[in-house]
């Protein structure tokens, strides 16, 4: 049995026009497969989107694309995997920092168990409007005990931009918690009345 190979021609400038054109042919043979691979293990909208971020990936990775066909099949499908845990374990942090912000003790002086729950449901769907990055930000400081040094380090910026995020994360969730306490929807970022 013979594999096909993607050829090597050697045109263009850099070879550009062949790094197109074996992406081109490696897409076309494998996107139907890997969608289906995904659409297994999620569901179809987040399958599209997984398979979308792998397919960005071998295209940004072009140069470790394998030029047998067979091989480059299976090394995006190890991509596509790939993409699928990492939203796993996205979508897992997500829901565990707004569990750990709905079950966070309240102070005593609270009026009563109605109002800690309503403030509750505030917190968390205010929560859950903030972006992924604004939530990963908050919670390096607020649950995870991070000073501005080691919570820039871990997102791989200085410490100063880390502060520059967490201000403006925190403005981000209080503009969405006076919005539930007044019932307005937050103005977007940069919007000034």
């Given at each position: 049995m013979t594999q096909a190979r993607l050829g090597r021609t050697g045109r263009g400038v850099n070879g550009n026009e062949e790094r197109e054109a074996r992406y081109r042919v490696v897409f076309a043979h494998t996107y139907p497969d890997v969608l289906a691979f995904a659409q297994r293990r999620s569901d179809p909208h987040r399958a599209e989107d997984v398979v979308a971020e792998a397919m960005l990936t071998a295209w940004r990775r072009i140069d470790d694309l394998p030029y047998d066909l067979g091989e480059a099949r299976a090394w995006?499908?190890?991509?596509?995997r790939n993409c699928l845990l990492n939203d796993d374990r996205s979508r897992r942090r997500q829901n565990a920092v707004a569990v750990r912000i709905a079950a966070a003790p309240r102070p005593a002086d609270e009026p009563d168990a109605a109002d800690r729950a309503a403030d509750r449901v505030d917190l968390s769907a205010a929560w859950a409007d903030l972006s992924e990055s604004e939530q990963e930000t908050?919670?390096?400081t607020a649950l995870d005990g991070l000073?501005?040094?080691?919570?820039?380090?871990v997102l791989g910026i200085t410490a100063t931009a880390y502060r520059l995020r967490l201000s403006r994360a925190r403005r981000a969730l209080r503009?969405?918690?006076?919005?539930?306490?007044t019932g307005d929807a937050p103005e977007p970022e940069g919007v000034r009345s």
């Open positions: 995006i499908f190890g991509i596509a908050l919670a390096l000073d501005s040094t080691q919570a820039g380090a503009r969405r918690l006076e919005g539930a306490a």
